[in-house]
Nanobody, 120 residues
Framework: QVELVESGGGLVQPGESLRLSCAASGSIFSINNMGWYRQAPGKQRELVAVIFRGGSTNYADALKGRFTISRDNTKNTVYLQMNSLKPEDTAVYYC??????????????WGQGTQVTVSS
């Protein structure tokens, strides 16, 4: 069993910052990719950022420069630092973690989602 626990969402004003965290626990042998997605009302879930096992990253083009993804492998945790937030960043943010168990089987897991609302 694997559990992902997200935290850090909330209500902020335009221009402010938030830091999301997602901690994985349970039957984990190793973690491959870790990422963040978001889903705004009435829209499809979209990729925000991904960080690969080696530390390289990939971002949605529109978010480059404002959002930063990082990971702490000692804590099995992925972070998303969001700066200069805009109303259009309002969405439910989900973490996604690819985990390999001791049998060598990899599968992806989703967090429960955390609401980020940017409004004045």
């Amino acid at each position: 069993q694997v559990e992902l626990v997200e935290s850090g969402g909330g209500l902020v004003q335009p221009g402010e910052s938030l830091r999301l965290s997602c901690a994985a626990s349970g039957s984990i042998f190793s973690i491959n990719n870790m990422g963040w997605y978001r889903q705004a009302p009435g829209k499809q879930r979209e990729l925000v950022a991904v960080i690969f096992r080696g530390g390289s990253t990939n971002y949605a083009d529109a978010l480059k420069g404002r959002f930063t993804i990082s990971r702490d492998n000692t804590k099995n945790t992925v972070y998303l630092q969001m700066n200069s937030l805009k109303p259009e960043d309002t969405a439910v943010y989900y973490c996604y973690v690819e985990i390999r168990n001791r049998l060598g089987i990899s599968r992806g897991y989703w967090g429960q989602g955390t609401q980020v609302t940017v409004s004045s």
